[in-house]
């Protein structure tokens, strides 16, 4: 009868093996935040993806403990997790260090799917509108929001997006931020139009093909595009997109701008600055930090320059990092960045301005690009406003840490939307 018994359970630990092959998922509970995982599970093998950090593939060896329990080895971020398999999940625990912390995988990725409570859904209380616009070769297509009783004497925004390539609603880890502002604007009499990156969706090699510059161009015939049906027209951008905001207002193409998280003193320095907080939140040395720092700047004046690349001396654990920065500015739309500075054309702004900033903001510094706004808006009333717990997407944040965005609910606070709306509808005219 024991060998039956024995027998019996190794049939079904055998198939339960079988069944686990795929992917499975589960949300690591944190405490104040949970992190989505993803196991691809082969017949003989494993990989990992952190969704949340945009890790994947990483490499893992999965085993069997002698009592049966799954064991998957994850050394690129020294972590384990054991559970016991049955057919539909495995029960567990992920283990780091000392550390512990229950984990249930399921099949499939239904169990990381995160909470986005601000994300509109229909039916909406006012009209949208699917429209394209040109921009030379290039179309681009977009969505109207228009509240009820939209007339020609409504104001209305275009969204322009952060660094790079973007969907309309500025997608990222499920949060659509532009989605909501726009949702939010469209219910108190404003309306807006967001539109796609020039070929999103393409093969095209985007960050090699074009600049900064395009993006503004195919901004500002958006703006004309709005101007055919509209009076008064404003910018919302966010990070680079705030910077072409200013630009373009310098160029009289606005009548209002709200800068979000806009860079204002250089693409350059605000990396230099963005990589220093980084390395200090590594805990490297202030020589080790100092050493990469200066690096890092005879590297980019060299890429703006045009010159060959020479590389000061930094740390072995640095030098990876630094060689990966290098190539990544090297990129025809990155190196185009290092060519703007928006500060001297501030003088020439005349239209109102609202610059908002977190202060948990790890990618762009409030103090010096609120500073610069300040005291270079000298023509324009302007409004300036750092936001106390709000990182960089304008979520609350304990930490302001770029890998948190994925784990936070919230797309866009509460009080910075408010201070929006406020603020444009105080506009005259």
Known sequence: MKKIITALLFVVFALSVQAQEGKWSGLLDLGDRKLPLVFNFTADGCTVELPAQGQKNLLAKKSYTED???????????????GVVSANMIVGNFIQGDSSDPLTLKPGEEAIRLNRPQTPVEPFPYKTEEVTFQNGEFTLHGTLSLPNKCTSRTPVVIFVSHMGKHDRDETQYEHKPFAVIADALARNGIASLRYDTRCLGDTIDFYRTFTTYDLKDDASAGIDFLRKRF???????HQFGG?????????????FVVSLAGIVVGFKENMLWQNRVSLEAQEYTQEET??????????YDNIAEGKPVSFATVSDKLQPWLEWSVKQVS?????????????????NIKCPVLALNGKMDNEVGYLSNLSALDKGLTACKHQTMALDELNHNFQHSSTGIVGDYALIEETFAPEALQTILDWIRKLKG
């Not at 009076?231 to 951008?237: A, D, E, L, P, T």
């Not at 990129?331 to 003088?347: A, E, I, N, Q, R």
């Open 68 to 82: 049966g329990k799954l064991r998957v080895s994850i050394p690129g971020i020294n972590c384990r997790f054991e």
């Open 231 to 237: 009076k008064k027209v404003g910018i919302i951008g």
């Open 243 to 255: 910077t072409i905001a200013l630009m373009l207002a310098a160029e009289g193409k606005a009548d």
């Open 290 to 299: 100092d050493q990469f720092i200066k690096a890092c700047r005879t590297a």
């Open 331 to 347: 990129k025809t739309y990155f190196k185009s960045l290092l060519s703007v500075d928006v500060f001297p054309m501030l003088p």
